[in-house]
């Protein structure tokens, strides 16, 4: 077999926020026992979906799809405030699963409301991180900005109080670039006082940086809907890669893709668990001679608790 060198990118795979809501779902099944639904994919990963199915989760879109008299658990994207009202009005058993780091941005909005600020928000339009944020004010009062054009565009009516916020899992680079057209332009506005994208988007962008110079070509896992994982695919490319593919797993590489590699980086988005990384890293081993190398950037130990609603019941 011929040799491949793999760049093996770290940190890769599961952040604090992803362990957390899947933990969330599985402690709720432990306590309350199945069916637990649960309002949207929890984090975007098939693998992670079809685990909790088997334990019990029952996921749906909407919360008209749930019962009145089961748990619900809402997904770590976020949800608009209409949700949890409508739990409330239905007297639910609910669980929010929102991960604190986009707790932080939607806690921000609110905010800039109260001080009366126009606000806008860069992210993807149909996200549900970004529904999620804009569900938590009125209709209309935060306004969306998905690239360049839209920040050197976008008309505001009052440039002396204006804010924004991003969504926490963009391209680092491309949102720099916005908020330096947004400053610009409107040098008045408000900046969240610790940048909205989240530590473990950085940390894999980072570590896909000091891999990707040299690489032939570079695969990320993740899902299709995973705005983190296909912005690790960019940022690949941006930083040298010849070739960047996103696959859901092993079952997805197509081996015409390695003619010619001889160095090959693998990364994963942050919903992806590790044993998809440990299954490609075999399939490698069938048709390669394997040497392994990690690239690691940073060291992660951020953890965060579960709802206080998930303790156990004193005795």
Partial sequence: MRPLTIRLSAPRGFCAGVDRAIQIVEEALKKWGPPVYVRHEIVHNAHVVESLKAKGAIFV???????????????????????????QNRQMLFVDATCPLVSKVHV????HFEAGRDILLIGHAGHPEVIGTMGQLPEGVIRLIETPEDAATINVENPENL???????LSVDDTAEMINILRGRFPAVSAPHKEDICYATTN?????????????LVLVIGAENSSNSKRLVDVALRSGAKASKLIASADFVNWDWFDGVQTLGITAGASAPEILVQDLIDACRE???IELEEVRVTDENITFKLPRVLNPEPA
């Fill in 61 to 87: 879109e909407e919360l008209s799809e749930c019962p009145d008299d089961r748990p619900v658990v809402f997904s770590a994207h976020g949800v608009p405030k209409s949700v949890p009202a409508e739990a």
């Fill in 108 to 111: 921000e909005a609110q905010k």
């Fill in 163 to 169: 804010a924004f916020v991003t969504q926490t899992t």
């Fill in 204 to 216: 894999r962008q980072d570590a896909v940086k000091a891999l990707a110079d040299g690489a032939d």
């Fill in 287 to 289: 048709h390669f001679d």
